[in-house]
Each structure stands twice: as structure tokens, then as C-alpha cells.
């Protein structure tokens, strides 16, 4: 037996569950999430909300594309945020540390200015960047050296940059992480105005050619225009001069506006209710030649106790997002600076623990997290996917740092999530070779099988783990894979399989239900029970066993569970001292 303090007050933390969505997640808007919370069964469930950020105006990857931190008026309205606050409900909001829209202001700025333009160096101008680091390429772009570039931490295939049109004509690349695509727009017969010496039959001709080029997302270069080839280069610049663009362009942290735009955005999420500010991307906002581009130290370092300076101003509390080997250690590195940490390895590890009915890794973890005092924001399912990654050793000084799972156990998982139709992402290196599983996209639900024992037993779990449990409102509701939503997203739709909104109707049919009210009342318990403010013992156990006990003064919170036939007992004391008993068998 092992008595272990646990931290969950450090850093004035808030205290009690929190929900998570999308502001249309449930119904058609904001309000309609709003009477969800408000209904009976969801009364005293849920003391936290963290709002996903197409509650800001954005444009792609479902909200972490921003255009500006302002509100969302489609989804989202002002009587909602107080209707909220009302039911004493705090909110976490997502700061995209790294990028901001190409359809922001200030992007859109530098497009229309070019040079002359305040934001010049707000985003990351490649070829300055690398100037001294590499050599000019036959495409307009700097080639980093060898040895910078093999040190560069990819999340997609070939170089990240996207070449951006100057009002002169000329084009410039910018750095460019994340999403990117180059959108033309047809022609109409003004826009040839400028070729004066065609008839409008000739136009006409030229106008139906070239735009169903653009339909076919052909290359201007390669189009055929027949016996008015001579009119192609006036053409391209026409169809140039009218080029757009979706992406996500990288900031430049050595631009002091980047750091008044951090300032700025800390005051107005303050001004919407916010308590905690998940730093979405950081790791790859310090930039410098020859350094991995991801986690670079120490200037990371330096910029997150800038950010914390600033988030104090307005009594924020902030944590860093961070995807990396367990074996690496850099969630311990990011607690040991006071920072709160997600706890990505919670999913992978209890879908181990329930397809082996074996705890051992899932123990090792829980005893790592309490005996550190490591401060954490627990989950199942998210936005986002089940990590495959955060689970890895990693090879050090030519030995092996042990992951939390070894690489046969992650082998073996992911042939049984793909099994169940979940869908893979994958790390590339510098010429677009798969270095390793990412993550793997599947609603936890469909994760586990389908099977609403292992969900349950799953969330009894998260609720006995210390941290503040996070729950996806999907899983809440027992959602599965949303194939259709996958397939139609394209290449980068893969995120779509856990992300289906939730009709009015669905909702009413899920309250009713055991797997949707079961959980519901394990949520309850766990906002409300006053154990899980003391001190977690974690029991001495057969390996297919799990038994965690909480107990603060008089009040106590036990759950003995078997993992093997996913039955389970629960007792706990309410605050009134009344004992409660639920059985799973």
C-alpha cells in the first residue's frame, strides 16, 4: 500500500470536472450547450468549461486557424458567457501560441502593404531567417544547410513554407508549420480589361479555359491556350493578382508587436470569464538555425516565464501543451517550472490496462504523477486524438530511456485501435518519411470497441486519478467514429471521426441512456465528494486489479475495480457524511 499526497490546489488551480466542446458541439450554437448544463442531470456535474476555439473567429482546423480573439457572433453571444458564469462555471480558453491566420489582420496587412506594411516581421520570413544558414534554391526560397535542416522537427511533408505575392509581383516565403493551400479565383470578363487588344470572343475563350483550369486546381504554367498562348503570361498575373490562401502562418516571437498581440489577447479572454489558458503550439515558437525548432532550450524556457509574467497581470493561470516521448522527460521539465501539465499518456495507458486487464503501466503512472506532485489535466477522448507518441521511449547517449508502454505494447494497440477503425497519424522527417506514429483519431468510445462496460469502468477511472478530469462531450454520450465526417474532411480530415455535433434529439435520447447516466452521476460524485480534496492511497493489488482510496479527514472516495471483467465497486461520503455504494458487475 502506497499513501500518496496529492497537489490538486498547487498553482490556485480550480477545483472540480470540466466539459469539453466545441460552442456548436450541442445543437446549433452556444445556447443550446448552455441548456444542456442547465438541465436536472447535469446539476453539480461540471465546474469547469473549456470552450474550444471556434468560439473566436477562425477559419480551419476547427478553430485553432485564428483570425481574431474576438467573439464568434454566429456561434456564440454575450447573454451565453453570462448565462454560464451564473451557473459559477469557470472557463479555459486555447491561446494558438504559434500561428495566427493568413486571414487575420495583421496577415492580411502585409499582404496589401507588402514591405511598407507595420507586420513585416510579425510572421517569420524564411529566407531572413535562414540567410546565413543556407543557399538559395532554383524556387525563390532559402535550402537550410544539411545539418540544420536534419535537425528540423516536421508535422508535414517538404519544407514549411508557403510563398506569399507581394504587391510588386514578387513572391517571399514565410514560414508556415501547420495547414497551408494556394486558393485562385475565377475570372470574370472585367478582370481582363487590362489586355485591350482582344476582342470578347477571345476573351471568352480565354475566360472559359482558364477557369476551368482553376476548377481543376491545374497549374496556370500548364494551361493550353491554343492560338492565344502569347496572352498566357498576362493572363497568370492576372489570375495571380487575385490568388488567396487558407493557413496557418508562424509568428515571430522576436517582434515586440508579437508580444503586445499575447498582452492584448490575455486581457480579452480575462474580459470573457477566462481562469485557465491552454498555450496551444508553444513548443514550436522559439525558433533558431540549427536547433530542432521544437522545445528549443533554452529560449522555450525564457518564453513561457515572459507568458507567465503576463498571464499573472490578469490572474491567469497558463500550461503548455506539449506532445513528446515520454522517455524525452519534458513533462516533467514543464512541472518543475510551475506549470500545469496535460496528462497525454492517460488515454493509451488506460486502453492497455482494459484490452490486457493488466495495470501495471497504468499504476506506474498514476504512483509517478502523485509521488512528483505533478499538476494535471487528466482525459480520455479530446478534440483533438488518442496519443500514441507521448508514449514512446527514446534512444539517449546510445541507450534506451524507457516509454511508459514499450514499442511491441504500442505496436499491438495501434493494430487493435485500426482494428476498430480508428485512423493513424504519423511524424515524417525532412523528405517525407514516416519517423513514427503521432497519434491515432477515434472517439475513445469506439476506441475501446464499442463496448459501454470498458467506457464506464474508464471513467470511474479518470475520476479516481488525481488532476482536474477533463470529459469530451462526445464520450460522455457514447459516440462513435463518424466515418462519413472523416472521408469528406479530405487529407487533413482525419480529426472529423470524434468531432460529430450532437442534434437536440440525440441529446434527449442519450439522457436516457444507463452509459450516458451512469457517467453523469461518477461526475457528480467526483465534483462534490470532499475526498478528493486529501490524499490518495493506491492499494497493493493482483496485477489485474485496481484500487484507489481517497479519504480527507472522515470522507472517503474508494474504487476497487478488475480489470479483466470490468466489474467494479465504488463507496464514497458526501459532503454530508452519508455513505453511497455503486456497484458495476
Known amino acids: 500500500m502506497i499513501a500518496i499526497p496529492t497537489l490538486p490546489q498547487q498553482q490556485n488551480l480550480p477545483q472540480g470536472v470540466m466539459f469539453n466542446a466545441y460552442p456548436d458541439s450541442i445543437g446549433e450554437r452556444m445556447s443550446d450547450l ?13 465546474s469547469l468549461l473549456y470552450i474550444l476555439p471556434t468560439f473566436f473567429n477562425s477559419d480551419l482546423d476547427r478553430g485553432f486557424s485564428i483570425i481574431d480573439y474576438d467573439i464568434n457572433s454566429e456561434l456564440v453571444s454575450e447573454e451565453d458567457i453570462q448565462e454560464l458564469k451564473a451557473l459559477n462555471i469557470e472557463f479555459k480558453f486555447d491561446l494558438v501560441l504559434n500561428h495566427l491566420s493568413v486571414r487575420s489582420p495583421q496577415f492580411q496587412d502585409l499582404l496589401r502593404a507588402g ?3 507595420k507586420y513585416r516581421d510579425f510572421f517569420v520570413d524564411w529566407n531572413k531567417f535562414w540567410a546565413e544558414h543556407g543557399s538559395m534554391g532554383p524556387d525563390g526560397y532559402v535550402i537550410p544547410d544539411d545539418w540544420c535542416l536534419q535537425k528540423l ?30 486558393l485562385y479565383q475565377e475570372l470574370d470578363m472585367d478582370d481582363l480589361e487590362s489586355i485591350t487588344d482582344l476582342d470578347d470572343e477571345a476573351k471568352t475563350q480565354i475566360l472559359t479555359i482558364t477557369n476551368e483550369a482553376i476548377r481543376a486546381n491545374s497549374q496556370i504554367d ?8 502569347a496572352y498566357r503570361q498576362s493572363v497568370k498575373d492576372i489570375v495571380e493578382s487575385k490568388r488567396d490562401y487558407l493557413g496557418q502562418m508562424d509568428l515571430n ?30 513548443a514550436y ?19 513561457l516565464d515572459r507568458l507567465k509574467r503576463i498571464a499573472a497581470d490578469y490572474n491567469l493561470i497558463i500550461f503548455p501543451e506539449v506532445h513528446s516521448e515520454y522517455g524525452r522527460g519534458l513533462h516533467e521539465e514543464v512541472a518543475a517550472e510551475g506549470f500545469p501539465i496535460y496528462d497525454f499518456f492517460f488515454p493509451g495507458l488506460v486502453i492497455d490496462a482494459l484490452d490486457r486487464g493488466h495495470n501495471r503501466a497504468l499504476l506506474n503512472w498514476i504512483k509517478e504523477v502523485t509521488s512528483k506532485g505533478l499538476v494535471t489535466i487528466n482525459m480520455l477522448g479530446c478534440h483533438d486524438g488518442i496519443p500514441v507518441l507521448d508514449l514512446r521511449g527514446v534512444e539517449v547517449d546510445g541507450g534506451l530511456r524507457p516509454g511508459l508502454l514499450d514499442d511491441a505494447q504500442i505496436e499491438a494497440t495501434m493494430e487493435r485501435l485500426i482494428d476498430r477503425g480508428g485512423r493513424v497519424k504519423n511524424l515524417y522527417d525532412a523528405d517525407g518519411k514516416k519517423i513514427a506514429y503521432y497519434q491515432l483519431n477515434a472517439t475513445f468510445f469506439s476506441a475501446l470497441g464499442e463496448d459501454e462496460r470498458k467506457l464506464l469502468l474508464a471513467r470511474a477511472i479518470q475520476m479516481f486519478i488525481p488532476g482536474i478530469p477533463q470529459v469530451w462531450y462526445l464520450d460522455l454520450f457514447a459516440g462513435k467514429n463518424d466515418y462519413v465526417a472523416a472521408d469528406r474532411g479530405g487529407a487533413a480530415g482525419h480529426k472529423e471521426i470524434n468531432r460529430t455535433n450532437l442534434s437536440l434529439s440525440e441529446i434527449e435520447e442519450g439522457l436516457h441512456k444507463p452509459i450516458v447516466r451512469d457517467q453523469l452521476g461518477l461526475i457528480r460524485m467526483r465534483n462534490l465528494a470532499p475526498a478528493f480534496h486529501g490524499q490518495l492511497t493506491v492499494q497493493d493489488t493482483e496485477a489485474h486489479q485496481l484500487s484507489l482510496h481517497w479519504r480527507q479527514e472522515d ?12 466489474t467494479f465497486n465504488i463507496r464514497y461520503t ?9 456497484q458495476c458487475l
Open 34 to 46: 448552455v441548456a444542456l448544463l442547465k438541465k436536472p442531470e447535469f446539476q453539480d456535474t461540471f
Open 285 to 303: 515558437l522559439h525558433k533558431a538555425p540549427g536547433e530542432a525548432n521544437f522545445f528549443n532550450k533554452p529560449g522555450t524556457w525564457e518564453y
Open 115 to 117: 514591405d511598407e506594411s
Open 574 to 582: 458526501d459532503a454530508e457524511g452519508q455513505m453511497h455504494t455503486k
Open 253 to 282: 516571437a522576436n517582434s515586440e508587436k508579437v508580444w503586445e498581440f499575447y498582452a492584448q489577447t490575455f486581457a480579452k479572454l480575462k474580459s470573457y470569464g477566462a481562469r485557465i489558458i491552454r498555450l496551444d503550439a508553444f
Open 153 to 182: 522537427f516536421m508535422r508535414k511533408p517538404g519544407l514549411p513554407i508557403l510563398m506569399v505575392r507581394f504587391p510588386d509581383g514578387s513572391l517571399k516565403p514565410y514560414w508556415n508549420t501547420f495547414y497551408q493551400q494556394i
Open 555 to 566: 470522507f472517503i472516495a474508494e474504487l476497487d475495480a478488475n480489470l479483466s471483467d470490468l
Open 222 to 229: 500548364t494551361i493550353n491556350f491554343g492560338d492565344l498562348g
